[in-house]
């Protein structure tokens, strides 16, 4: 990618900690930004399988209190947020813990706009809207994939619009991330395939992103060579170890590459079949990043042929397009490996819900606005991004 004439920022936690009985650290590491009395955002699930226990145990030890909120919802919503603030302030919390995956962090980083800046959640969709610091906030993170516990990012779905609203804001950036794979041993294979393929899209965007640099490069091609290697063993074998240690290093590096390079239309889109349909993220990802980056392909035919040489494909005598395609159908090859539905509507039949061809132009249109794609190597007309819905559904 050509970044002459350009300066990019590096944005990450200033503390991070990664390997088994790193959760060991969060009481101390909460009173070291300075805070006394959190308030824990996490989900029910995470409750029910003791993840949250863990946690609380190390904060009895420290003698510290600490109020939760375990109404978090997957995609969490406007109210969801609201409704957390109001517990924060009742409780008299002074900090943040946010425990799980990307949505009790992104509800969670809600949260900290409101009770630091004021107003409601939507004053800061866009970029860096925001004005004052967070309060003192730890993320310790459950699912190898979103990266929310190290991002500048918050994403919060709004009732009204049935939009996510993508938030894009450094002040949003975890003082300290936890990742430790003991906590995700518990994940099963469905949660695990959508988590590792929501990371593979976040380093592939960040790859052939328009803003992409040497630093963002180096960990986008470290994340996707550990997931080709260790998501199948993940989804295999939830209790292989080692697959889930590569897999807090490979999702943590996407997270890097993508917090620092941003994304593309994959996310711009998936956050719309997210706010319509109320689906999980990290499969219609999935679903989608064959499709956009074929459409993409013209604008980044070298890139994408040296990610098939990444990963290990005989592409050796290739041209370049000829190795590009072979990554594509890499991708298609891991997503059915791992059980990820071949289309949009498989998906949603699993779920419940009726992804519908009438619903593609409100959505096209909503993915036009869509911050994350500001940075897709090609630009889609609506008539493009329409084509693409069309065909992964």
Same mark, same amino acid.
């Given at each position: 990618?050509?970044?002459?004439?350009?300066?990019?920022?590096?944005?990450?936690?200033?503390?991070?900690?990664?390997?088994?009985?790193?959760?060991?650290?969060?009481?101390?590491?909460?009173?070291?930004?300075?805070?006394?009395?959190?308030?824990?955002?996490?989900?029910?699930?995470?409750?029910?399988?003791?993840?949250?226990?863990?946690?609380?145990?190390?904060?009895?030890?420290?003698?510290?209190?600490?109020?939760?909120?375990?109404?978090?919802?997957?995609?969490?919503?406007?109210?969801?947020?609201?409704?957390?603030?109001?517990?924060?302030?009742?409780?008299?919390?002074?900090?943040?813990?946010?425990?799980?995956?990307?949505?009790?962090?992104?509800?969670?980083?809600?949260?900290?706009?409101?009770?630091?800046?004021?107003?409601?959640?939507?004053?800061?969709?866009?970029?860096?809207?925001?004005?004052?610091?967070?309060?003192?906030?730890?993320?310790?993170?459950?699912?190898?994939?979103?990266?929310?516990?190290?991002?500048?990012?918050?994403?919060?779905?709004?009732?009204?619009?049935?939009?996510?609203?993508?938030?894009?804001?450094?002040?949003?950036?975890?003082?300290? *991330?936890?990742?430790?794979?003991?906590?995700?041993? /518990? +994940?099963?294979? !469905?949660?695990? #395939?959508?988590?590792?393929? %929501? @990371?593979?899209?976040?380093?592939?965007?960040?790859?052939?992103?328009?803003?992409?640099?040497?630093?963002?490069?180096?960990?986008?091609?470290?994340?996707?060579?550990?997931?080709?290697?260790?998501?199948?063993?993940?989804?295999?074998?939830?209790?292989?170890?080692?697959?889930?240690?590569?897999?807090?290093?490979?999702?943590?590096?996407?997270?890097?590459?993508?917090?620092?390079?941003?994304?593309?239309?994959?996310?711009?889109?998936?956050?719309?079949?997210?706010?319509?349909?109320?689906?999980?993220?990290?499969?219609?990802?999935?679903?989608?990043?064959?499709?956009?980056?074929?459409?993409?392909?013209?604008?980044?035919?070298?890139?994408?042929?040296?990610? *098939?040489?990444?990963?290990?494909?005989?592409?050796? /005598? +290739?041209?370049? !397009?000829?190795? #590009?395609?072979?990554?594509? %159908? @890499?991708?298609?090859?891991?997503?059915?490996?791992?059980?990820?539905?071949?289309?949009?509507?498989?998906?949603?039949?699993?779920?419940?819900?009726?992804?519908?061809?009438?619903?593609?132009?409100?959505?096209?249109?909503?993915?036009?606005?869509?911050?994350?794609?500001?940075?897709?190597?090609?630009?889609?007309?609506?008539?493009?991004?329409?084509?693409?819905?069309?065909?992964?559904?």
């Amino acid at each position: 990618m050509m970044i002459t004439g350009n300066n990019y920022g590096f944005f990450i936690p200033s503390v991070t900690q990664i390997g088994v009985g790193a959760v060991k650290i969060c009481g101390e590491k909460i009173k070291a930004l300075g805070g006394t009395k959190p308030l824990i955002v996490t989900d029910k699930g995470i409750v029910k399988v003791g993840v949250l226990k863990m946690v609380t145990d190390v904060l009895d030890a420290e003698g510290m209190k600490y109020a939760i909120f375990d109404e978090t919802i997957p995609n969490p919503t406007d109210k969801n947020v609201h409704d957390a603030v109001d517990l924060y302030k009742k409780e008299g919390c002074d900090s943040l813990i946010t425990l799980g995956g990307g949505s009790s962090h992104d509800c969670g980083k809600g949260v900290g706009f409101v009770t630091a800046n004021g107003g409601k959640i939507h004053d800061f969709e866009g970029v860096n809207k925001s004005t004052k610091p967070f309060p003192p906030y730890v993320a310790i993170n459950t699912t190898a994939g979103t990266a929310s516990e190290m991002t500048r990012f918050c994403i919060i779905t709004d009732l009204s619009r049935h939009v996510k609203m993508a938030i894009v804001d450094w002040r949003c950036t975890p003082g300290v *991330a936890i990742d430790d794979p003991i906590l995700m041993m /518990g +994940m099963p294979p !469905r949660l695990t #395939a959508a988590t590792g393929m %929501d @990371a593979l899209t976040h380093a592939v965007e960040a790859y052939v992103s328009t803003i992409a640099t040497p630093m963002t490069d180096a960990c986008a091609e470290k994340a996707i060579d550990l997931i080709f290697k260790f998501l199948p063993r993940a989804v295999a074998n939830g209790s292989d170890l080692e697959a889930r240690d590569m897999m807090c290093y490979a999702e943590y590096l996407a997270g890097m590459a993508f917090n620092n390079a941003s994304l593309g239309h994959v996310h711009a889109m998936a956050h719309q079949l997210g706010g319509f349909y109320d689906l999980p993220h990290g499969e219609c990802n999935a679903i989608l990043l064959p499709h956009v980056e074929k459409y993409n392909l013209i604008a980044c035919i070298d890139r994408l042929a040296a990610l *098939a040489k990444l990963i290990g494909e005989p592409v050796a /005598g +290739m041209s370049n !397009r000829a190795a #590009a395609d072979v990554f594509l %159908d @890499a991708i298609r090859r891991i997503s059915t490996d791992i059980g990820i539905p071949a289309g949009l509507v498989e998906m949603g039949k699993f779920y419940g819900k009726e992804v519908k061809a009438s619903d593609i132009p409100t959505m096209t249109g909503n993915a036009q606005k869509d911050a994350c794609g500001f940075t897709n190597p090609r630009c889609p007309t609506d008539k493009d991004v329409t084509g693409i819905y069309t065909a992964a559904l």
